[in-house]
């Protein structure tokens, strides 16, 4: 029997009615029985402050905090004399500042593995994927031919350094922006320079009685949330693909089906790739096979969720859990024997959940401690000595497990690991590997458009829900979709991961989809493969017959169910590359005031993209589907879509022409 430890939810809600994920009610309804209460409970009974939410108050330094009335936004000012327009601006800069320092925090980690590899300290890693290492050497100038693989992976790292400690210039992947855009940012003053000093200066203008023009503050907004997408973000992505290998299209099953009673259950949490591919080397050792077949255990089953998980689900066929929403949920099934975290959405309601059912939580990274958690420091010099001793408290939990375990049995097969290497070879073959395919698909109006859709669950919005829906509205409409983070699991659940799923699809993405044997869902990863997505739009743009720019491409962003500080910077940096980016649940503004037309028109008529919101996801498809109608029309191919509805005759008229 489970002991409550956890205090009785004062506000019950009908579980239908927070989520759409079967599994997750399945273990809400558990959690209700066994007096355990999850985020779900927490956000029933803990109205959002509404002065926050709309970003109408200052705590930046003594003199308040001030609360200034979104009613009346120009009606007062703060003590200092801040104006709504410079509080709301300070207030998203600093998110985004967050948001950026954590995934440039994580990607400058993965350099410094790599530095340690290619110099010989590390050896418990390698280069798995030396074409990638070329590729990227070669994409920002580091000479390749003739030369070893350690001569250009140590070019590669010193130039990949520059990333984040550069404090003049522009940073490396700066190469790979398209010219046309790269101009508006030089023009702008918005080119990155390297991570450190872009966050550095964003925090120190946001302090009292520094930058105190909205205009200016978001313009270091951009700039450092560039840092995130081109930089922190993008090089995480790559020297992971470099060290672990690039994903190519894997099947794989997702949903908490994938827990097995009969197996020690190993989950792993959270978002930098190291501390899973060591995890993933212990759970095969032989002796620890050994000793949980000892135990009982046909074996030991790993599982991955969050990000970690969408990038091992990518590269290696880990099975995938579920979503950040689900993280609590899957504790109460009783059958994890242990839950292994290191870095970010790690919600520290986990451990009074993982105390209820017996559940080891163990916190790895020196960055990440939770109190209550046992921490058991990972080290990359020594990755197994940390990942062996998580095992072996998994053996020992399932050994010892005494409560009844109650498993949904649910899982989802779907494809995923779309990388954008494997959808230039997937469109052209490996004689004509080329993006070339997928703009022509675009100009002949097959495929509308494309959008990234991406981001977070949240307690505030029934989970899974608006994803689903918004996709589903997307593909029906011709609109090919990439995804990422647990926006992508979400999908994944719905099935919408398959071939099969282009039933779904209008007839012109339907056709290409049944052509080329894919998805109309393409899933690309964890968060940090976002930048996936800006790389396949420079692609396309490169490619030719869509416009210069990115910011001329009929393709939109979305996260309709954001939570994170890391989902503005993710936010910012689509919105300052150029595409119409559209978040749901809430945006932290007030309607009505400068700042709000600053993101929601002004970045858009300075070149760059713009803001969008949208609590309800039809309303977000059909706002994303007309900006995708008004770059087609610039560009020229509306006709050509309209091309579709014609008879026969017309056909053949276009078609001589
Ligand atoms: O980086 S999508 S809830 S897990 S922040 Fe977090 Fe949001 Fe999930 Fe990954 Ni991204």
Redesign the pocket.
């Known amino acids: 029997m489970v002991e409550k430890k956890t205090v009785k939810t004062e506000k019950e809600f009908e579980i239908k009615d927070v989520t759409i994920c079967d599994a997750t009610q399945q273990m809400l309804e558990k959690a209700r029985r066994d007096g355990v209460e999850t985020a779900f409970d927490r956000a029933a009974n803990m109205k959002a402050c509404p002065i926050g939410a709309e970003s109408a108050c200052c705590k930046h330094c003594a003199m308040g905090p001030c609360r200034l009335s979104s009613k009346d936004p120009y009606g007062k000012v703060g003590v200092c004399g801040a104006t709504i327009d410079t509080i709301q601006a300070r207030n998203f800069a600093r998110m985004v500042a967050t948001g950026a320092a954590a995934h440039t925090d994580h990607g400058m980690a993965m350099v410094d593995l790599f530095r340690e590899v290619v110099n010989g300290h590390i050896t418990e890693y390698r280069i798995k994927d030396v074409g990638k290492l070329e590729a990227v050497a070669q994409s920002i100038g580091i000479a390749t031919e003739n030369r070893s693989v350690k001569e250009i992976a140590t070019d590669l790292y010193k130039e990949l350094e520059r990333t984040y400690t550069q404090v003049e210039g522009e940073i490396p992947f700066a190469k790979r922006v398209p010219e046309k855009t790269l101009e508006t940012w030089r023009k702008l003053d918005i080119v990155p320079r390297g991570a450190m000093r872009e966050i550095m200066e964003l925090m120190h203008r946001t302090h009292i009685g520094v930058d105190q023009h909205y205009e200016n503050i978001t313009k270091q907004s951009s700039r450092t949330a560039l840092a995130d997408g081109w930089g922190g973000s993008m090089v995480a992505t790559e020297i992971s693909d470099i060290l672990f290998g690039t994903p190519t299209p894997v099947a794989v099953d997702v949903n908490m089906g994938v827990l097995k009673e009969d197996h020690v259950n190993v989950i792993i949490h959270g ?1 930098e790739p190291n501390m899973f591919e060591s995890m993933l080397v212990s759970v095969n050792e032989p002796t620890l096979v050994q000793a949980a077949k000892e135990a009982g255990a046909q074996g030991i089953n790993l599982v991955g969720m ?2 970690s998980g ?1 990038e091992m689900m990518s590269r290696h066929g880990v099975p995938h859990a579920g ?2 929403m689900s993280t609590e949920a899957i504790l109460v099934t009783g059958a994890v024997d242990v839950m292994c975290v290191d870095i ?2 790690i919600k520290q309601g986990l451990v009074s959940v993982a105390d209820c059912y017996g559940t080891p939580l163990i916190t790895t990274n020196t960055r990440a401690h939770i109190e209550g958690a046992t921490h058991i420091e990972f080290n990359d010099h020594d990755p197994q000595k940390c990942t062996d001793e998580v095992v072996i408290k998994a053996i020992n939990r399932f050994k010892n497990r005494s409560m009844a375990i109650e498993i949904p049995n649910i899982r989802n097969t779907g494809i995923h690991g779309f990388s954008h290497e494997y959808i230039n070879y997937m469109l052209g073959g490996s004689f004509r590997g080329s993006y070339t395919p997928l703009n022509e698909n675009i100009i002949n109006g097959r495929i509308r458009g494309v959008a990234g859709v ?4 949240n307690p505030r919005i029934k989970q899974d829900w608006a994803h689903v829906e918004l996709v589903k509205e997307l593909i029906k409409n011709d609109v090919l979709v990439l995804q ?4 992508q699991i979400s999908l994944a659940k719905e099935g919408l991961c398959t071939p099969e799923a282009s039933y779904l699809a209008g007839p012109g993405l339907r056709e290409v989809c049944e052509t080329v044997g894919m998805p109309p869902v393409l899933g690309m990863g ?3 493969d976002n930048s996936r997505i800006l790389i396949a739009a420079s692609e396309m743009v490169r490619v030719g017959g869509l416009g210069t720019s990115i910011a001329d491409l009929p393709a939109v962003g979305a996260a309709p169910e ?3 500080e ?2 503005i910077s ?1 936010g910012q940096y689509f919105v300052a590359s150029g595409v119409f980016t559209v978040f749901g649940v809430t945006f932290p503004i007030v309607k009505e005031t400068k700042f709000h037309k600053l993101l929601f028109e002004g970045l858009e008529q300075q070149g760059l993209g713009k803001w969008g919101f949208s609590a309800d996801p039809y309303e977000m498809a059909k706002m994303m589907i007309a900006h995708i109608d008004k770059k087609r029309k610039a560009l020229g191919i509306d006709k050509a879509r309209e091309r579709v509805l014609m008879d026969m005759s017309d056909r053949r008229e276009i078609e001589a022409a």
Do not use: D, E, L
């Open positions: 978002h969050c990000c969408a979503n950040f970010q959405c991406v981001g977070c669950t990422t983070g647990c926006s964890s968060c940090v954001w939570m994170s890391k989902a993710i």
